[in-house]
């Protein structure tokens, strides 16, 4: 009897305020763990985008290139390799003076890849053959040496959340023993802004 009063009574004011605190504390906690997981997935394409140029920055180096003169009978040439030097647009988009996007996504057109200067020099991101098709939270950069010794760096730098700071990647390579070796790791700086 005194069983089936207990189950009829229901709950009492402080046993719903405990359960209202828990859900609140818990919801809280997603909002936050939501948030981190957006800013990381959001740098993912700029992690993926360095690792591609830095692909593309290798298989330029180790493409074969002769001397463009005529060569003598009986001679020969040697095979040349080569970092790809800076281009004119080192950055996308506009030039090493722009800010990234802030808090939005920037669509770059074909023209930003492709500076005819950079083309008709085979330097910057012509060289390397790299460009985005796709809306990016990110401004690019790649500067190289030009040279057969040396060393390249490419970056992207970008504002998700549309404050003062700014996040930075970057990927460095150099040339050690004949072969343009890539840093291990892609380094960050505030990744999450």
């Not at 990647?169 to 072969?179: W, Y």
């Amino acid at each position: 009897m005194a069983i089936r009063n207990h189950l009829k009574r229901g709950f009492t004011l402080v046993e719903l305020m405990i359960v209202v605190a828990i859900v609140g504390v818990l919801a809280v906690l997603a909002v936050y763990g939501v948030r981190k997981y957006i800013a990381n997935a959001k740098t993912a394409e700029a992690k993926n985008s360095l690792g591609q140029m830095g692909k593309d920055a290798v298989t330029a180096y180790e493409g074969e290139t002769m001397d463009n003169k005529v060569i003598a009978e009986a001679k020969s040439t040697t095979t040349l390799r080569r970092i790809c030097g800076t281009g004119t647009t080192a950055f996308i988009p506009g030039g090493a003076a722009a800010a990234p996007p802030s808090a939005k996504k920037y669509q770059s057109s074909k023209a930003d890849w492709s500076d005819s200067a950079d083309v008709k020099a085979n330097v910057g991101f012509p060289c390397i053959r790299f460009e985005m098709t796709a809306p990016q939270y990110y401004s690019y950069g790649y500067l190289g040496s030009g040279t057969d010794t040396g060393s390249f760096t490419a970056s992207a730098q970008g504002n998700l959340n549309g404050d003062t700071n700014n996040s930075t990647f970057t990927l460095e390579g150099l040339v050690q023993g004949g072969r343009l070796n890539l840093a291990p790791s892609i380094g960050e700086v505030s990744p999450e802004e």
